[in-house]
């Protein structure tokens, strides 16, 4: 900060200092120098275009959906994946692929977002939507789960309509706009629940290789807290969606998120920083890790009998809404792990239990 | 539409005014109001009036509710842009931004996921 002179600079006493053309409007992340807009815009999609590149995200005649929500993360996403198609000649068909939960005063209006931006981008829509998946909107669930461990049933779901959704267009790969911020939050969140599992998959770029269709990031490495994303949407006048899920003020990811922001107007780059650390766990060989396969009744890729939504939809649909939440996570073996979870034996009980199974 | 709620001033006499915008969210604090055409009278003695001073007069006169959500301590809470004339307020001094008449803030929130 320059704290040297007592006079508060005004922003136009200098140029860019990039093209020393013209007013600067806000410093370059990663250098802090102070740059104009358009060299904003220079900077930022060309660093976009070079980690797609570096990390070899893609391969021409690709299809690729976006997972668009409508959030400033997904539209900047989609504007700036549309303009690089363009631009360097990725060759991808891009779609944008939508989730509707069924929040109303929420989703609703967010959809009617992501719809302008099929017309603004020229991008093809689809919509999946929870209601028609597994026959529930998030309104039926809350009414029935309450506001404690909603967020958990709309993440399980969500994941899974975004792959069926993806199925449906045939696309050959998901892009999500995850930003550095989420990925550390996410570190963060596994390393809170024990989920070694988890942990040692989420840092990576591109997931879930091995499953029905990949997903990357090409934000990884875009800090939020130089607030590039909505700087870049403000400026660029992106229309947008801006307003906080209702039933996520409960959200666990809320902690992990207002502690990163704090530890970020500290020392920015701790978030980098964290993810680094996840990407350089080592699992102990002896530790259990769950093993891949697939679900007895939808098919879908699990690591138990049935995968987690089947659990919690059975849950729902049997009226026991707490299935799947908490201790008693499987179905078959729920009164073994009530047991295991009585036994206050320290060490012996934390060892005993499956990698991800820490509950709160 | 343009989602951003923004504090800007007009010109006036004696005190100065602002144009204040708040956008991401933040607007919900403020009775949903975007945008905020504000008269700040200057205390005795100051010649200019500082971001720190209009912080602190938005919290007690334009944030209807939940002021966490806006501001910790003397600043804006981690997680809020603050723009001024359209330039990041990094760039002129953070908190000790002077403003002048017909300035334009821009509070845009960054705290949700999109």
């Known amino acids: 900060m320059e704290e040297g002179n007592t006079i508060a600079k005004r922003a136009g006493s200098r140029l860019c200092c990039l093209c020393n053309e013209r007013k600067p409007a806000l410093k370059r992340p990663k250098t802090l120098e102070q740059i104009c807009r358009d060299c904003f815009y220079n900077v930022f999609e060309e660093e976009i275009h070079q980690v797609i590149v570096g990390n070899h995200l893609f391969k021409a005649g690709e299809r690729v959906a976006i997972g668009a929500s409508g959030g400033k993360d997904s539209t900047v996403l989609a504007y700036v994946m549309s303009e690089l198609n363009r631009r360097h000649n990725y060759g991808l068909d891009l779609f944008l692929l939508s989730v509707d939960e069924g929040i109303t005063g929420y989703r609703d209006d967010s959809l009617e977002t992501v719809k302008r931006n099929e017309v603004q981008y020229g991008l093809p829509l689809k919509i999946v939507s929870y209601k028609d998946l597994y026959g529930w909107t998030m309104d039926e669930i809350v009414k029935v789960i309450g506001l404690k461990n909603n967020c958990t049933f709309c993440g399980v779901f969500r994941r899974q309509a975004l792959d069926r959704g993806a199925a449906y267009l045939k696309v050959d790969k998901l892009v999500t706009g995850h930003n550095a911020d989420d990925i550390a939050e996410t570190v963060l969140l596994n390393i809170l629940r024990g989920d070694v599992a988890r942990l040692s998959r989420c840092t990576s770029i591109t997931t879930g290789e091995d499953g029905p269709i990949p997903r990357c990031k090409p934000f990884k490495y875009t800090y939020e807290n130089f607030n590039q994303n909505h700087t870049y949407a403000y400026f660029k006048k992106l229309d947008y969606f801006s307003t906080e899920c209702i039933y996520s003020p409960n959200a666990y990811r809320g902690f992990a998120r207002e502690f990163i922001k704090d530890l970020e107007r500290m020392r920015p780059r701790a978030i980098v920083d964290i993810i680094k650390s996840g990407e350089n766990f080592r699992i102990s060989t002896s530790t259990k890790m769950p093993e891949q396969g697939t679900c007895e009744r939808c098919g879908y890729i699990s690591s138990q009998k049935w995968c987690k939504a089947c659990v919690l939809l059975e849950g729902l649909n049997r009226g026991l809404p707490k299935l799947g939440i908490g201790r008693s996570r499987f179905l078959e073996n729920s009164n073994d792990n009530r047991k295991e979870a009585k036994r206050n034996d320290g060490d012996r009980s934390i060892e005993s239990k499956q990698c991800g199974s820490l509950d709160f | ?114």
């Open chain 2, 1 to 114: 539409m343009s989602p951003f709620f923004c504090l800007c001033s007009t010109g006036s006499d004696v005190a100065c005014c602002y144009w204040i915008c708040c956008s991401g969210g933040l607007e919900l604090l403020c009775d949903s109001v975007k945008m905020h055409n504000v008269n700040v009278d200057l205390e005795n003695g100051l010649e200019q009036l500082t971001m720190k001073d209009l912080l602190a007069w938005a919290r007690t006169n334009l944030i209807k509710e939940r002021p966490e959500m806006f501001m910790k301590g003397d600043t804006v809470r981690p997680g809020v842009l603050v723009l001024v004339n359209d330039c990041d307020w990094e760039l002129s001094g953070q908190l000790d931004t002077t403003l002048q008449e017909k300035d334009v803030v821009v509070f845009i929130s960054t705290l949700h996921g999109g």
